[in-house]
């Protein structure tokens, strides 16, 4: 890996928040290793990643004096959610435009309303993640088909 990638957030960052998923414009897609939160709210920003000892750093544009530390991950799905999605709730299923069906595999609640929102899944830091445009936290998912 190059030492240093530049590029920017693909679509809306809402800052920093425990395991938030950044997607790049150059098709990577980053994780958020450790809890910090930070609450600022842009459109396709300036992203800088670099080797300092060892670990992921990112810097976002606007609040380079606040860099996180981030893991590559691999994305296992992405497109838009199929119909309304209405959050987060116990056992909820998220069905991807391309067929594929995941479902909540952990208690977490958190009421969004969107309709058709594109999403993405990773294997993250704990396992399958997915995270939903809008909203900046994740939920661990389970592939059900």
């Known amino acids: 890996m190059d030492s240093e990638i530049r ?21 990577q897609a ?17 992203v800088r990643i670099y080797q300092d000892g060892g670990q992921y750093m990112m810097e976002v544009a606007g609040m380079e004096d606040d860099p996180i530390q981030v893991t590559r991950v691999q994305i296992a799905a992405e497109g838009p959610i199929v ?3 209405s959050g987060f ?22 009421y969004h309303y969107a309709y058709r ?7 993250g830091i704990g396992g399958d993640e997915l995270q939903v445009d809008g909203l900046s936290e994740t939920v661990r998912v389970r592939r059900i088909r």
């Open 7 to 27: 590029s920017r957030i693909a679509g809306a960052f809402s800052g920093y928040n425990s395991g938030a998923i950044f997607r790049l414009a150059n098709g």
């Open 117 to 123: 929102p594109n999403a993405i899944v990773v294997n």
């Open 30 to 46: 980053w994780q958020q290793k450790r809890y910090r939160y930070r609450y600022k709210y842009a459109y396709r920003s300036e």
């Open 83 to 85: 119909s309304d999605f």
């Open 89 to 110: 709730n116990q056992d909820m299923q998220f069905q991807f435009q391309n067929g594929q069906i995941w479902q909540q595999a952990e208690y977490k609640y958190s």
